[in-house]
């Protein structure tokens, strides 16, 4: 057998299990084991492209394998160490940032691909050209983009954008993409202008990301995710290499429809979350003027909980903010222990991404059989006594359905105010994520619990226990 | 139309017809593969899709693998590239495997 029938072979199963991986991961029995094959079958690619590799020389036909090992292993070693440390070291609350994160490092890889190929082998043919192009753009985009959403996770950088803006990026689209078929029609005397591609792609990226909400970067990711896809298959393209443009592919139409199902999730198209529709709207919702609120005591809350049947907490970001999932599970246990049937509505985009808070749960061993989703709980909630919820605010907020001129008209929320009681836990009176007044806090039968969620629940379960 | 023979006689030493077949395929396999996902699992198969695209890894090896030894310029990018490309290898897979760590002690 020739070395590169072996090498084909490697390639065969790594996306074999590119394919059955992620088949795997979309069930929760096989997703763990669904993750190791995929990790497995990459690793045989890897080793399988250092050992086999070989580069035809079609000139003179010679044949030459990969060199420049040390450097290779070298990197791969930096990298490796790196990946794993920081991939352990972070808070589960700030997943979403660090898949933002590895992300722009594949989109930058894709690009760095590019700019050396160029450098190196100065290719001719308009079509390998073109290819190289624009997997530098979609890689450098990917790249400032991730970046940009990491920035905004981490809630450093601010919502920037005007309706010039809007006009600005899309006439640079245009003009990169002019650029792009115009220096692959030339030869090496253009090659320079890969810069200038490179540049303006770095500065869309930046542009893109910049007017789009802070709630909406999960959809920003999982869209830069299906980039880096692309720009992987596009190096797929380019080296004639099968298992780049599976995986490739398989990750730009999968993260496509994962980023089209959290658009459905919050009833918005992709073209509205993109074009920054939501925070530039400066739409505010009604005004609460003049409406008050009630505050209730610790003391008060713990006896309402007690004496209730039927209890049911929304989570919310400021649970994760707080920490507070492991309290909250130990609130949850001394109520059951008082006979309170106790369950979770987690919302579709509750946390920071779709199932984020799923997970965060999960890490605090709440039993999976309590966590509702929002259409089995919404049923359920006037038959319930009392609604905690802890930390979240839009996805409770009734002006999804009754008030036509808010950003967040039309999305489904869990009907907190339709329960007999409803506590709501929260630092301060600040407006939630989407920037919007909510009316469940000023409804008659809510009372506000003020203070940060952990605190309030620790002094809540020292109640319940001492009654 | 110059331009596009090249382009076609560019595709065609690729072998057009097999790369169409891939592409077709893998792309229905990506939807089809996303289209029944609870979404309890949208996040970690999110950061596994993330994890396999760190695929371009193996592009930058055999980038940096045929790269002149004297060629400091592209060995340094190159060098970049694939500690770039091994981070999202590695990040992805630890950090969906930690994710999906949650959901199994809790079986027990």
């Known amino acids: 057998m020739a070395i590169s029938d072996i090498l084909k072979i490697c390639y065969l199963l790594g996306s074999l299990s590119f394919i059955?991986?992620?088949?795997?991961?979309?069930?929760?029995?096989?997703?763990?084991?669904?993750?190791?094959?995929?990790?497995?079958?990459m690793t045989v690619a890897i080793?399988?492209?250092?050992?086999?590799?070989?580069?035809?020389?079609?000139?003179?036909?010679?044949?030459?394998?990969?060199?420049?090992?040390?450097?290779?292993?070298?990197?791969?070693?930096?990298?490796?160490?790196?990946?794993?440390?920081?991939?352990?070291?972070?808070?589960?609350?700030?997943?979403?940032?660090?898949?933002?994160?590895?992300?722009?490092?594949?989109?930058?890889?894709?690009?760095?691909?590019?700019?050396?190929?160029?450098?190196?082998?100065?290719?001719?043919?308009?079509?390998?050209?073109?290819?190289?192009?624009?997997?530098?753009?979609?890689?450098?985009?990917s790249f400032t983009g991730s970046m940009i959403a990491f920035g905004k996770l981490e809630e450093k950088i601010k919502d920037y954008g005007s309706k010039i803006q809007q006009v600005i990026n899309n006439l640079l689209v245009f003009a990169i993409l002019g650029l792009i078929i115009y220096i692959a029609q030339g030869d090496a005397t253009t090659d320079p202008l890969i810069w200038v591609v490179f540049a303006a792609s770095a500065v869309y990226g930046i542009l893109f990301v910049m007017p789009i909400g802070g709630a909406d970067m999960p959809v920003v990711i999982s869209l830069l995710n299906s980039f880096t896809g692309i720009a992987a298959a596009l190096g797929g393209f380019m080296y004639d290499n099968q298992v780049m443009l599976t995986g490739g592919i398989l990750v730009g139409s999968a993260g496509t429809i994962l980023t089209i199902l959290m658009c459905k999730a919050m009833n918005r198209s992709l073209w509205n979350v993109v074009s920054g529709a939501f925070s530039a709207s400066g739409a505010s919702g009604k005004s609460t003027e003049g409406l008050s609120i009630s505050e209730i005591n610790v003391t008060d809350a713990a006896i309402l909980c007690a004496y209730s049947q039927r209890v049911t907490i929304v989570p919310g970001y400021g649970l994760a903010?707080?920490?507070?999932?492991?309290?909250?599970?130990?609130?949850?246990?001394?109520?059951?222990?008082?006979?309170?049937?106790?369950?979770?509505?987690?919302?579709?985009?509750?946390?920071?991404?779709?199932?984020?808070?799923?997970?965060?749960?999960?890490?605090?061993?709440?039993?999976?059989?309590?966590?509702?989703?929002?259409?089995?709980?919404?049923?359920?909630?006037?038959?319930?006594?009392?609604?905690?919820?802890?930390?979240?605010?839009?996805?409770?907020?009734?002006?999804?359905?009754?008030?036509?001129?808010?950003?967040?008209?039309?999305?489904?929320?869990?009907?907190?105010?339709?329960?007999?009681?409803?506590?709501?836990?929260?630092?301060?009176?600040?407006?939630?994520?989407?920037?919007?007044?909510?009316?469940?806090?000023?409804?008659?039968?809510?009372?506000?619990?003020?203070?940060?969620?952990?605190?309030?629940l620790e002094k809540l379960i020292t109640e319940l226990k001492s009654a | 139309m110059i331009l596009l023979s090249e382009f076609q006689g560019f595709l065609t030493s690729l072998d057009i017809w097999d790369i169409c077949f891939i592409l077709l395929l893998a792309i229905f396999l990506g939807i089809e593969v996303i289209s029944n996902v609870p979404a309890i699992l949208h996040t970690p198969l999110m950061s596994g899709a993330n994890a396999i695209h760190g695929v371009v890894i193996i592009g930058s090896i055999i980038v940096m693998g045929h790269t002149a030894p004297d060629n400091y310029f592209a060995l340094t990018l190159g060098f970049l590239a694939v500690v770039l490309g091994t981070l999202n290898v590695v990040g992805g897979f630890v950090v969906t495997n930690r994710m999906l760590q949650m959901f199994k002690k809790k079986k027990q």
């Open chain 1, 20 to 41: 059955v991986g992620l088949k795997m991961l979309s069930r929760p029995d096989s997703a763990k084991r669904g993750n190791l094959f995929a990790a497995f079958g």
């Open chain 1, 47 to 141: 080793i399988g492209t250092v050992l086999f590799h070989e580069n035809v020389n079609h000139a003179t036909g010679e044949v030459s394998r990969i060199g420049n090992l040390p450097y290779i292993f070298g990197a791969i070693a930096i990298g490796t160490i790196t990946g794993y440390l920081s991939a352990m070291k972070v808070k589960m609350t700030a997943m979403p940032q660090m898949v933002s994160l590895f992300n722009g490092m594949g989109g930058a890889c894709a690009a760095l691909i590019s700019l050396v190929e160029m450098d190196t082998h100065h290719p001719q043919e308009f079509g390998l050209r073109f290819i190289i192009f624009l997997g530098l753009m979609i890689g450098t985009v």
């Open chain 1, 321 to 456: 903010v707080a920490q507070a999932q492991h309290t909250c599970h130990e609130f949850e246990k001394v109520l059951e222990q008082k006979g309170v049937e106790v369950t979770y509505a987690v919302h579709p985009v509750a946390g920071r991404m779709p199932g984020h808070m799923n997970v965060l749960l999960a890490e605090a061993d709440v039993p999976y059989p309590k966590l509702k989703e929002m259409d089995e709980v919404n049923p359920q909630l006037p038959n319930t006594d009392v609604v905690i919820v802890i930390g979240a605010n839009d996805v409770v907020n009734p002006a999804a359905e009754t008030d036509p001129s808010s950003p967040i008209y039309g999305m489904p929320i869990i009907k907190a105010n339709t329960a007999k009681n409803v506590i709501v836990m929260k630092r301060s009176m600040g407006k939630g994520y989407a920037g919007i007044e909510n009316e469940l806090f000023y409804d008659k039968k809510t009372r506000m619990l003020f203070g940060d969620a952990k605190v309030s």
